[in-house]
């Protein structure tokens, strides 16, 4: 499983690139908020200049046409810029047309394995399970992970990639790459988590205070 890191803070991006281990960044106009700008290019360009892989930009726009200007523009702003496009009936007209113009879509807010299902048809390069969202529900968001994951792998020709997206604690994580998911997307906070354990910490200390007890 790939991780690509939920946030748009050059802070965190530069410290988890660091790590070696993120493919890419998934950004939306809440984590744009978040960071209190509105100035989508600049933070965008930014993150391209730290991460090679795929960065997620959100398009604004409601209707089809607008979203296919609006993804034109902003696939222009790096070549590894993809667009998320949110699963909606004008979503996927505009996601039917960019994808045969080769710009990579990130089909956005997807609930159900029938979303997904039809974000993949359209030629969405990537499908979003929001999986913290449906559990707040009470629904099981990974069992929407794993419903895809099947209906896709019954039909190879679709080359879509799922993503386990609002990710909230290493749980969701660890769950995730249990299913098989290419992908997720985790917040800087959790992903600083997956990296600790109490049981590490103690062992550094124990390591540490037996080589000072024999070396003088
Ligand atoms: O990747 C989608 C993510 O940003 C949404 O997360 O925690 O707002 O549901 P959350």
């Excluded at 997904?116 to 399970?129: H, P």
């Excluded at 099981?140 to 080359?159: A, F, K, R, W």
């Excluded at 969701?172 to 906070?189: F, K, Q």
Aim: charge should be negative; charged fraction near 20%.
């Amino acid at each position: 499983m790939q991780i690509f890191l939920d946030t748009a803070n050059i802070e965190n991006i530069k410290q988890a690139a660091s790590l070696g281990i993120i493919s890419g960044v998934t950004t939306n106009p809440s984590l744009l908020a978040k960071e209190k700008t509105s100035d989508y290019e600049t933070v965008t360009k930014k993150i391209c200049k730290i991460i090679d892989g795929p960065v997620s930009v959100e398009v604004l726009s409601e209707d089809a046409e607008g979203m296919i200007k609006e993804a034109r523009i902003k696939a222009a702003w790096a070549p590894n810029v993809n667009i998320k496009i949110p699963i909606t009936a004008d979503g996927l007209r505009a996601t039917s047309v960019l994808s045969k113009e080769k710009i990579k879509v990130n089909m956005t807010l997807c609930f159900s394995a029938n979303q997904a299902l039809l974000g993949a048809l359209a030629g969405a390069a990537y499908v979003s399970i929001f999986v913290g969202r449906l559990d707040d529900t009470g629904q099981d968001g990974m069992q929407v992970v794993e419903d895809t994951l099947t209906i896709l792998d019954n039909y190879p020709d679709l080359d879509t990639e799922v993503i386990a997206a609002s990710i909230r604690h290493p749980l969701h994580c660890t769950n995730a790459a249990l299913t098989g998911v290419h992908i997720a997307t985790v917040p800087y906070s959790v992903l600083m988590q997956m990296i600790q354990h109490p049981m590490t910490d103690v062992g550094i200390k124990k390591f540490l205070a037996d080589w000072k007890s024999v070396s003088k």
